[in-house]
């Protein structure tokens, strides 16, 4: 009944391959001054512990998690803290960040990995683990990894599908990564297996990439990770979320209102699980990241390890951006990013990639939709986009909900290829944000 189905919609954005591909990963210098927002995360803002003019260590402790459904937050260098204020974030709101001036002797804490080997430890050992560490889903999603590596009892799991595609080019920080340490992503994928009582993984991986590929034949001869499925895919946008992941590998639907643990799965990307094995067997928190820079306007396209909370404007200098020509800059991939105004932005720990642009998008004129399909044809999610934008339009929101609105992915498909320039996603957008409203206002 489930199988491996052939991803046959989305759209190709090889276009979008950054000049000169760069595969190696460049550390970053160290920042003089850094900005640690309260939220990276899907979830509750994380609690600070620390205050003006407290000295910290790289990896100390600086804000605490008050729920499950947040995460822990890290001194990415040491130095003092220089105030716990609002500070300018991806999202374009102000968002309480800790701010810390860099010392340059960039200390460290005494980082603790667990006590035992993680194959004797206890799963409630290393979701705690995980929890300390601070780990949210790095491909974006921002989801706390801790609550995913505790699925509830009544939804077992039965497979990991490891994500190692990047999704949109040029992104590229994610196979970059998983090249330079396929080794310890494995590890980490053995260890997500272990906690959450997997029976199989499925690593999907971007076809092209051979040499990662080349790499995990050669690990399958070790025992270890013989038993790791591995499905060369061609990287469709947008084949890397979540759901679509999932039909696509095992052919299990995720209906309206369903989780992927509803449907025996968990989704997580190579770069949360290489976060994962560093926090179980080396005790590192989160401080740091792999983020593409790219773009029109970007001289030298690079993959840059940089501590969290960085100013978006240093990883731009290091790229010799041309700041003649830009004149848009997007955190995250081209089709699903935002755009930033502020330069002084903050990395924070799901910023995959910084894009410069040198041309803006002009609003779009929008023509009559002439029923050509396109938009059908190519959601993932086998909705009726056209029909979705229509109801919305005319303020029918019930019949856009039944029609299934809220199953889109935002992810862009629809008004990328519809010949009338209808801005379809975004009239879905505004869809699902007055569903949601409805449903809160229900709640209250
Ligand atoms: S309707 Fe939603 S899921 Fe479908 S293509 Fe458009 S944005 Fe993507
Ligand atoms: S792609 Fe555009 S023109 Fe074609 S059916 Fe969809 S909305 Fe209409």
Redesign the pocket.
Known sequence: MFGWRKFRRGVILSHYEPRGAPSAITDAPLPARVFIPLLQHRGLPAIPIVKYGDVVLRGQLIAEAPLPQSITMHAPVSGTVSAVAPWRHPSGKKITAIHIESDGRDMQADFLPLAKPWREAAQGEIVQKVLQCGIAGMSGSGVPAHIKLAPPADKPIDILLVNGLDGQPPVQSAAALQKLETENTLEGALIVKKTVAAKRIIVAIDKTRTEILKTIEALRKDKRFAEIEVRPVSAAYPLGEEITLIYAMTGRAVLTGQTPQDLGCVVFSTSTLLAIFNAVVKGQPLYDRVVTVAGPAIGRPANLRVRIGTPVAELLEIAAVNNGTVKKIIMGGPMTGLAIAERDTPVIKTTTAVIALDYTTPPLLEFDCIRCSA?FQ????R?A?TV?AHCVKNNDIDKAAEWGIAR????????YVCPSKIN??HY?ALGNYHLQSVKQAGRQ
């Open positions: 938009c190519v959601c993932p999610r909705l986009p979705l889109c992915c935002a992810c862009g498909c629809c008004t379809l996603a879905i």
